[in-house]
């Protein structure tokens, strides 16, 4: 089976850990302060805090900015659930809005008619590997008073006019979990210019303490371990390769997919894509169903997934927050969209029989 995804680990992952078990020094220490440092410098800002998930960097951030019972978030439907529910676990209300058609990314107008005097803040995620359309949501920011916040957890290395994303926002908020484009084990970070808020967040992962058993705050334990940012830097020295290798797999769907009613991903002018997922959609044109061509291609060994089979706005734990039928596009986009493998484990001949495979549907 070609699977949908793998962690692209090797030799350099299991030295760094093995160095590490080896100093005694296992939990947060002076691994996790140089990966912080040397992703900040990779993302183009000031300060980098490591954290235990991407759900943590979202969560950690937004109580760093304030953000609290009574307020509002507007958050994109189309989207892992954990960006809506870093919202509620602050006591905030995430207001789900529609995504674009042609990018499934957050829609600029359908932020505009959910603004509200309870709007404090908007996260835009940059799905799939794809940037959202950054401006025109910053403008929105700039003229509302509101604070952006980017979910990167997807798009590590994306860049949005030159610019590598997690630097747009007052925060940008990364996940490593196994299967994204870089891994460390499982972990997250926290980007952002603003030495302050930097500081804030730093004291809400370790418990609220401003020095050593003085807790000023009330905090959480989201602290990352030298472990995981051994990992973490190995990865962040391989990331550029590996995301040239999804961009080359993903270019060859793009170009040798030619099965009737299939639409291959766009990347928007001014970005570039870094293809955490190659996601396809399967129109009405197509011999076969979104699933049942997934069915088909998993008894031609051949690994795919949703993502999302269920928009948040539809989900069970926001029932009845009164915009059930407020997302169409996310709705379609749920029903239609599937990811191909496009990871750095898989080669051109391994491309080459997904895209003759799909070819074939008759």
Do not use: W
């Amino acid at each position: 089976m070609i699977p949908i995804a793998r962690p692209f680990v090797g030799e350099e992952e299991i030295a760094a850990v093995a160095e590490v078990m080896q100093s005694g020094m296992l939990a947060q220490g002076e691994v996790v302060t140089k990966f912080e440092e040397e992703f900040a410098a990779y993302c183009g800002v000031g300060h980098g805090v490591a954290v235990n998930s991407g759900t943590a960097a979202l969560h950690a951030s937004l109580l760093a900015l304030g953000i609290g019972p009574g307020d509002e978030v507007i958050v994109p439907s189309f989207t892992f659930i954990a960006t809506a529910t870093s919202v509620s676990m602050c006591g905030a209300r995430p207001v789900m809005v529609d995504v674009e058609k042609s990018t499934y990314t957050i829609d600029p107008e359908a932020v505009r008619s959910q603004l509200c005097p309870e709007t404090k803040a908007i996260i835009g995620v940059h799905l799939y590997g794809q940037p959202f359309d950054i401006d025109p949501v910053h403008e929105i920011c700039e003229e509302k008073d509101l604070m952006l916040i980017e979910d990167c957890a997807q798009a590590h290395g994306a860049t949005y006019h030159g610019k590598k994303v997690g630097g747009f926002g007052s925060v940008g908020c990364f996940s490593f979990y196994p299967t994204k484009n870089m891994t460390s084990g499982e972990g997250g970070m926290v980007t952002t210019d603003d030495e302050e808020l930097a500081s804030h967040i730093r004291r809400i992962i370790n418990h609220g303490q401003s020095d050593k058993y003085l807790h000023t705050e009330l905090g959480y334990n989201f602290r990352m371990t030298n472990l995981s940012a051994a990992i973490g830097r190995v990865q962040l020295n391989k990331l550029d390769r590996m995301n040239a290798e999804r961009q080359a797999n993903a270019d060859y769907y793009t170009t040798n997919l030619k099965t009737p009613g299939i639409t291959p991903p766009i990347t928007r002018a001014g970005g570039t894509h870094v293809y955490h997922q190659y996601v396809i959609d399967v129109g009405e044109e197509c011999p076969l169903s979104r699933d049942g061509l997934m069915a088909y291609l998993r008894e031609k060994g051949i690994g795919s997934a949703v993502h999302y089979p269920m928009p948040v706005h539809r989900q069970p734990l926001y029932a009845g927050d009164g915009n059930r039928d407020s997302c169409p596009v996310s709705d379609r986009a749920s029903q239609h969209v599937l990811s191909l493998p496009v990871h750095p484990g898989i080669g051109r001949e391994e491309c080459a029989y997904i895209a003759g495979i799909i070819n074939g549907v008759r």
